[in-house]
């Protein structure tokens, strides 16, 4: 086979040599080679803003959990020595929606934080007059007789 021919288009160029008559019977072409495929497209990458950026929720988690204290410091204030729990999450549901309030201002906050002040109130009574009781209870009856 003569490689100086150029199969593709039959031309020939100046110092190539012609090619040979006959070589390609039945009007037959050498294999032309189809340029490779294009390389797939590149992934496009949307731009995601930082996970900082404000969306709208800044407060709501914090606001939620002063709601949830709230609610169950005032149920645990009737429980006796569980006013002591009531105390603590009363505090817990204070400090919860002024933390949330500095971020977001939301009816949950505001509904936490009354009920943290109700339920810190409450609890901080009934845990008062629950320890009053016992230790009066448990005093011996001697004083009163004098």
Do not use: H
Not at 92 to 100: E, G, I, Q, R
Not at 113 to 141: E, R
């Amino acid at each position: 086979m003569n490689e100086d021919f150029t199969p593709n288009t039959g031309e020939v160029y100046p110092g190539q040599s012609a090619p040979p008559t006959g070589a390609y019977p039945n009007n037959w072409q050498p294999m032309q080679v189809s340029p490779p495929p294009p390389p797939p497209p590149q992934l496009q990458y949307y731009y995601q803003p930082p996970a900082s950026w404000p969306n709208g929720n800044e407060g709501k988690g914090t606001a939620t959990a002063s709601l949830v204290c709230g609610i169950i410091s005032v149920a645990f204030a009737w429980f006796g020595y569980g006013a002591l729990v009531g105390l603590v999450l009363g505090i817990l549901a204070l400090v919860f929606a002024v933390s949330s309030r500095k971020k977001r201002k939301s009816g949950v906050s505001t509904a936490g934080l009354v009920l943290g002040i109700i339920g810190t109130a409450l609890s901080g009574i009934a845990f008062i007059a629950c320890f009053s009781c016992v230790n009066v209870c448990a005093m011996p009856l001697s004083f009163l007789l004098f």
